[in-house]
């Protein structure tokens, strides 16, 4: 099924399977360790996430998927608090009872207070709930939600002053981001911000309009592109929509030759493996009692 320009930055929202079977690919091609992965999110979890005498931390969880980067966060703060309410906010059913299943063989987590809702962002903050929490996170989710700024705002007003906000997106900073923007230039069409394409930045310039106080870190990825090149590997040929964000790149053969060419002039050759490299970049946001609404 060939792509078109309309379809640019769009992998998830036009083919979602395919995303699944890409995301699939991109892991496989990664040189960390998932647990490696996961633990760094809980190494930046602020050790002031505080609540009332008497009373659990709350955490809301964006997008939570399988619950791997959740449990890290949500034990890391068992560490310091008695207990602790975490609503999981996640679209799909399946990922849902994976998490579950988690919650189950660990004993760890078996003291954490969940609260699931299986449905979109959009569908949550619908709601327009009055709920505050201490702290809340969006791992590497903001790349699907219809509209980024809305999901933001929606974030920033459920959180209670003296929380925090933790965000993980791709960094312009990395050779993956910045092949982004080239892609969206070549062959983009429309507001890229309405699209998977969208970086750390995005969320920085956010938070700089509402005079929010935040700090940043990096998490350097490396990822095996090898197989990419090899017109005949379907695993390389899938890392490659996921790398792109866009459906059967390698059917527009204009596109396909645009983003190989990039990360060719891009990656270090380490043991004949092409390597590319990925910039995470997680930002953790401090709410003040006076910040603008």
């Known amino acids: 099924m060939p792509t078109g320009r ?28 998932e647990e490696c992965y996961y633990n760094f999110f809980g190494s930046k979890v602020p050790d002031s996430v505080l609540c009332e005498p008497g009373t ?9 998927g399988s619950g791997e980067a959740d449990s890290i966060i949500t034990k890391k703060l068992l560490q310091r608090h008695e207990g602790v309410y975490n609503r999981v906010v996640e679209p799909s059913g399946e990922m849902i ?36 929490f201490h702290l809340i996170h969006a791992i590497n989710v903001l790349y699907y939600v219809e509209d980024p700024v809305a999901t933001l705002r929606n974030m ?22 910045k092949l982004h923007l080239e892609l969206w230039k070549d062959f ?36 095996n592109t090898t197989k990419c090149f090899d017109e005949k590997s379907e695993e390389g040929i899938l890392l490659l929509d996921f790398i792109t964000h866009t459906p059967y790149t390698s059917s527009v053969p204009e596109m396909r030759s645009m983003a190989l060419d990039f990360i060719r002039r891009h990656s270090s050759v380490v043991d004949d493996k092409i390597i590319f490299l990925s910039i995470e970049e997680t930002i953790v946001a401090f709410k003040k009692g006076t910040e603008k609404k």
């Open 6 to 33: 309309n379809q640019v930055g769009r992998l998830n929202n036009d083919s979602p399977a395919r995303y699944a079977a890409s995301f699939t690919s991109f892991l496989d091609a990664t040189e960390m360790s």
């Open 56 to 64: 659990d931390v709350r955490v809301l969880g964006i997008g939570s």
């Open 97 to 132: 009872e994976k998490y579950k299943a988690l919650v189950r063989e660990d004993t760890i987590l078996r003291a954490v207070k969940f609260d699931w809702h299986q449905q979109t962002t959009e569908e949550y903050f619908q709601k327009k709930e009055n709920a505050k």
């Open 156 to 177: 920033w007003e459920q959180l209670a002053d003296g929380g925090y906000m933790l965000v993980t997106m791709e960094s312009e900073k990395g050779d993956w981001g």
């Open 188 to 223: 983009g069409q429309g507001d890229r911000l309405d699209t998977s394409l969208r970086l750390s930045g995005d969320v920085k310039k956010w938070l700089d309009a509402m005079d929010a106080t935040y700090v940043s870190f990096e998490n350097r990825i490396d990822v």
